[in-house]
Structure formats: C-alpha cells, structure tokens
C-alpha cells in the first residue's frame, strides 16, 4: 500500500532541506519513495513555487501532470475563472477516488501559506515510527492520505497518457 504523506515546515525552505533525510532514509531503507514534489512559498509572493522529486522518485513515478493538477486544486482555485475552476472541481471529485478528497484538499490548503513550504512524497515500505521521528525532529506538520493498492493503480492509469 501506498502513502501519499504532506510534511508541512514553518519556513519556505523547510521542505528542501528535508529532501537530505528523506535521501538518507530511503538508502536506510525505512521507506521507498515512488514519487514526489515540494512547494514553497516566499513571503510576499501571490503563490507557492513547485519542484519535483526527479532524484529520488521511482521508475513508476506519477510524473508532473499529476503533481501539477493537485497543486492546481490545492492553491490556485480561487485565482480560476468559472469554466476552469469548474473543470478543475470536476477533476478534484475523480481524485477522490484515488484517495485525494475535498477535506485533504482543504486542510493543506490551510496550512500551506506564504513563508511556509510542503513536502509531497507517495511512499510505501515506511518504517512510520523511524520516519514520522525523524520528521518530528525538524519542525514539521504532518498531513496524510493513504492510498489503497486499488487507488494507488487508478491514480497511476489516470496519469500514464497524460506527460
């Protein structure tokens, strides 16, 4: 089973220097990491800025189609006008099929706001309480959705064709 898990830091550089321990925690083999991407959003900017995983992420990752609509759904609604912002609703229903719901949605919505950033990281094999420690340890919030092997193959379908 797969993990989409959301780190929260309280600085708009949290999430970058959390990428060395996650790297770390990978070649320890506390957890596998099939993909990722991280926000951060400098003080005094409209929106986050995004970065994917290439480094770290696996052979099967999602890729940048996928990280790019649910930063989408997640930031820049309330910047879309009617038609879009009503595509991009009905997109963000079918992604609670795969796991990713309104409340989710919301809540990093929240918590994600200028001079913070987020890391985004789908895991599975996590040694959680050697991970969730270590990410105690720097500072971060922890937001999570898990995503059944189901979803995680219906979240992966959805995105195959798309880059």
């Not at 480094?55 to 999602?62: F, I, S, T, V, Y």
């Amino acid at each position: 089973m797969a993990t989409l898990t959301v780190w929260k830091f309280d600085t708009a550089g949290g999430a970058e220097g959390a990428l060395t321990a996650l790297e770390r925690m990978q070649k320890e083999e506390l957890l596998q990491i099939n993909d990722g991407a991280y926000v951060y959003w400098p003080e005094g900017k409209k929106k986050p800025k995004t970065e994917q995983l290439h480094k770290l992420a696996g052979a099967g990752a999602l890729g940048g189609s996928f990280w790019g609509l649910l930063f989408g759904l997640i930031f820049f609604i309330p910047l879309l006008g009617m038609a879009v912002g009503a595509a991009m609703g009905a997109m963000a229903g079918s992604m609670s099929d795969v796991g990713i719901d309104d409340q989710f949605i919301r809540e990093v919505r929240a918590q994600v706001t200028p001079g913070t950033s987020a890391l985004f990281v789908l895991t599975s094999n996590v040694v959680v309480d050697k991970v969730v420690e270590e990410f105690r340890n720097s500072g971060a919030t922890l937001v999570s959705t898990n995503l059944t092997n189901e979803q995680e193959t219906k979240l992966r379908e959805a995105f195959a064709d798309v880059d």
